[in-house]
């Protein structure tokens, strides 16, 4: 399974922290994404980091304000994300994926963050 945490209601240029932990070793050689999906929106590709955190994948609309990571040891990856905005605002989800973020493997459940101006 995979767990995420970490949402919450912020004000705009907040900083919040996401973590997605998978129960023991599950998924530890996988690499893990982070979606969203707002409100009357599709899902969207935000973040990804390989199964050894060498490489990471970013959409645009956060390129330089949020950063994936993962400690291999908990088994968990984690986004950080700074200068938040309303358009933020979304169900955030993440996955297990196998190569790149177009091959989900498996879904974890969502955290909800809110963003307020």
């Known amino acids: 399974q995979l767990q995420a945490s970490g949402g919450g209601l912020v004000q705009a240029g907040d900083s919040l922290r996401l973590s997605c932990a998978a129960s023991?070793?599950?998924?530890?050689?996988?690499?893990r994404a982070w979606f969203r999906q707002a409100p009357g929106k599709e899902r969207a590709f935000i973040a990804s980091i390989n199964w050894n955190g060498s490489t990471r994948t970013y959409a645009d609309s956060v390129k330089g304000r949020f950063t994936i990571s993962r400690d291999s040891a908990k088994n968990t990856v984690y986004l950080q994300m700074t200068s938040l905005k309303p358009e933020d605002t979304a169900l955030y989800y993440c996955a297990a994926i196998n190569g790149n973020w177009r091959r989900v493997e498996y879904w974890g459940q969502g955290t909800q963050v809110t963003v307020s101006s």
């Open positions: 023991g070793s599950a998924f530890s050689g996988y690499g």
